[in-house]
């Protein structure tokens, strides 16, 4: 210990004392000799208690944090729940940013300070005292040698080692659930879109710390149990579900039978002999009592239907691994083969594992299990819930919005199951158009039904950005929200959480007025006036600008068009056009300026962060939870799988399938 | 006064014929034995009457020029927003000042998600929900009721951005929304449906077999699966409850609302499930209710007010600060407060013991922001009604309270409750509410 202080403190930096011994794993705390040798000298102390508070008050880790806007930056914040050794560590690993020929010249000072063009803006007021104590880190880090630095990164990685399995029981989703009973039953009802709807945790509809089993969907539960159960029997035996022929009532043979088939598909594994007894028992009690031995089927499938069994998954060993693969995969529950597959230990090796996955994406079936993930991650249900001024867009029914959503799903399920570049969903100069679509579109109506289009030449419009489902979907009734469309393109497509406006601050964005009717970008310019509101609004702002030539539901317009309705009624409206200005940026990203809507596609698919999104999206939804840095190694194993194949979206499923995660269900 | 069925008659149809009803006489509705809910002679009686607690909320903040009366104390005038409260004035404690520090903890989420959480548990927002249990689930768990229902969770306005912390106002606890019911029929089934004994029986005996699915896989999962599946257990009890205490005569006494056509005309579906809510609070099915009007961060569009330019939240933050914004922003306030007016005058007409329902109630009506366009978390304005453990009306009051004062007040003082772990954010109870 005493040879690394000492290659550790040269000169006056004896404060560097303590946090050396942490960053090097040695003392977990300071000893009070020496906090007594810190305290002698002037400069920083602790970097856990004087630096980090300073940053943490300048709410750096909104934006630099894995998920944050700034993740394409070399700083990126660890955990809030971080240990004080692990913050030293990360204090010390801040040297990247330190020049040391010359600290002055460090962007770790220059960039809080703005001094050097902050996307963040100020941060840290120059001349202030925080300034001072960054500037003496600064200079102790410009110190440090190379073998400190690298043993503060090697802490850091080894802290965000695995976390101990705290996972909870992931419940069937209301779309496994409907395709599910259609496939157990036969019944194309679609009860669970009765259900009190699935919220949005991080983005999607599945996450499992929020999937609970409140009261109320116990008795969504019951009551679709209990309709469907009597729906399968109402007209005799019609799907088949009694695999055999009962001599009566009183037929224990058969009972069995039907208990233990159903219950193997139903719970999605053999029962065992405890549960075929307790359902027998159910079975007879109800048969028994109307002398109809359907009527103890029917129990038996109503009960079923609502035990933790069937709704959780609570499977174990290869058929926890035929459930996985089939919920993810196909959005229900396994087929015969699969629990053939199952049975025969075929889902033991990750080879085994790839080739059942390879079989199962040639299924029809997968389409609607990706069909749903892309319908969460891009919210469908924004666009198929969006209300238009009836006035201004009378073309805009929900008729049109469910026409816009299905333009998307054929261009998306295009590029994955035919083997597309992914990224294409970005940049694709063609879509898939009715002639209501080309119509909003300007386009000439295109012979067919969704057939494939291709785009005319000099036309703005590519990829999902130019889609009406985004466009309309990211603006309100009348007005366009270049901020709402800014958003989405940070957090979906980017995968970059945009910091919360801190409260006190005024947001409105004035409405235009007759006497100064400016653009909507005019006047949203006190975003960027001022700071506060520039540090965050300049992230989402400038994105949305460069789609400002597309109306509220996603038609291309020159001028924005402002209505000012007359005071008076039977006065005409009088209406203003104004000039638009298309050019703005994705700040952050390198080379993000641009001047026309195909270039922001053409900048995120060629974007490292915005392919990585793709996995991360597709892990979040997978896994039902957000990546955390125990999953870095399979997000970037997924990632390169998917690089290496030109970004074949079915070949970033199959690295999802072979990863740990996948095998051990976390 | 007992109940005259032409007196409850009249009170049906002030709702606009949302609900016929039909026989048999009403007195046989409150509950079995007919004593509970019915003046006696007996001086004891009213001591079988149970206070309820609602807690209502709708969405985005209010303008507080027009809200927030510039008196306090008795003689107070009704701002523009508060007008609709004229005929309930003296049921009504209008307050503000209420700090909701737990907004501003640094947490993932927008100011409406941090705002939302610490509104109504107290505590800081998760990422994925409210941090911990919601005013209304406490107080329900420290009455220990024994009614049909343990809470009830209602909703009206659906247009949101379509999170969970957007979505729900109750919360089991941290993470654990439990979601309103939006649709009347569906609520007024849950509530008066009729079912026959045979379905009686087989659903008990279908609930036994699910109960021990839940108990034989207990044992093989880890704690935090394990939990999971208390929490269905809790809701397969909770279930049972409700089917074993079917009230007899309940479902006869009231017929189903009509259908709503459209499924947006919210001012009709407000009113309708403001009728169910009273209903069921007066039969004595639950004892604690929460009323979503409008989701958190509301979306919705407002065609009966004349506003269809822009959805509530984009008002909140469109030309908010001049004369106009302002006005319009009163306006739509002015329709939340008109909804609540309608709630509490339900309670109101509804006779209880020597009094009415009203008088045995507390109702708390929170948004998650003061002036919404600066999304202010403190300075919020609530407005308590009712009159249930000897509540102060009739007054605005300023207080320096937080939101955690103000519940552990409800709580332990109108309530009488005693709750343990205090409230998250409560130091000190507040003087002048009872």
Known sequence: MAARIGTGCAGRTVCAVALIAIAAGLAATTTTRDVGAQQAVAGPISFSRTLYPIFEAAQCRGCHSDDGVASATRLHFPEPNATPDDIEA???????????????????????????????????????????????????????????????????????????????????????????????????????????????????????????????????????????????????DVNGLVPCNPSGNRDVKCRDQFVKTFGRRAFRRPLDAEEVQRYTTLFTSQSAKTGRFLDGARVVVEAMLQSPKFLFHVERGDYEIASRLSYFLWDTMPDEALFEAAANGELRSGDGLERVARKMLGNPLARQAIDEFFAEWLRFDRALGSVKDRRRYPEFTPELAAMMVQETRLLLGHLVWDDGNFMEAFTADYSFLNADLASVYGLPAPSGEFERVRLPAGTHRAGLLGHASFLSSNAGPVETSPTARGIFVREQFLCQHVPSPPPGVNTEVPEPTIDRPLARRQRMQAHVANPTCASCHRLMDPIGFGLENYDAIGQWRDKEVIEFESARRNTPARTVELAIDGTGEIAGLAGGAFSDPKQIGRLLAESRACQECMVKQIFRYAFGRLETPADRETVKTAFTAFRESGFRFKELLVALVRSPQFLDGL | MPLSRRRFLRNMSMTGAAIRVGLPPLAAMFNANGTAYAATADAGADAAIQPRFVFWFNGNGIPERYWIPTETGTAYELTPCLAPLASVRDDVHVISGIDNPNARVTAPGNTHHKSMSALVSGTPYTGRGAGGASVDQVVAGAMRGESRFRSLQIGVCQESHGENIHRNLSWAGADRALPPEMIPHNLFDRLFGVRDQSWVSRKKSVLDAVREDLASLQPSLAQPDRHRLDEHLTSVRELERAIASLPSDYGKTLKEPEDVADLTDYPRIAKIQSDLVAHALASGQTRVASYMLTKCQSLVRLPWLGYTRLRHHDYTHTNAESPEGQRTMRDICRWHVEEFAYFVGRLKAIPEGDGTLLDNTCVVFAHEHAEANPHKDNGLALILAGHAGGMKTGMHSKMRNTVGDLYLTVAEEVFKLRLDKGFPTAEKKISGIV
């Open chain 1, 90 to 236: 990360f204090g010390i690993t801040l040297a990247v940013l330190v020049d040391r020929d010359d600290p002055s010249r460090s962007l770790l000072i220059n960039k809080p300070t703005n001094r050097e063009r902050h996307t963040g803006g100020v941060r840290i007021q120059p001349g202030s005292f925080e300034e001072q104590a960054l500037t003496d880190w600064v200079r102790h880090l410009a110190t440090l040698p190379a073998e400190t630095i690298a043993a503060a990164r090697d802490r850091l990685a080894s802290a965000s080692a695995p976390a101990a399995r705290d996972q909870l029981l992931r419940r069937l989703t209301h779309s496994q659930y409907n395709n599910t009973v259609r496939d157990l039953l036969g019944d194309h009802s679609r009860p669970a879109d009765r259900f009190p709807p699935e919220d949005f945790v991080n983005g999607f509809r599945n996450q499992l710390r929020t999937q609970g089993m409140p009261p109320l969907l116990a008795e969504a539960y019951g009551a679709a149990a209990e309709r469907l159960a009597l729906n399968a029997f109402r007209a005799g």
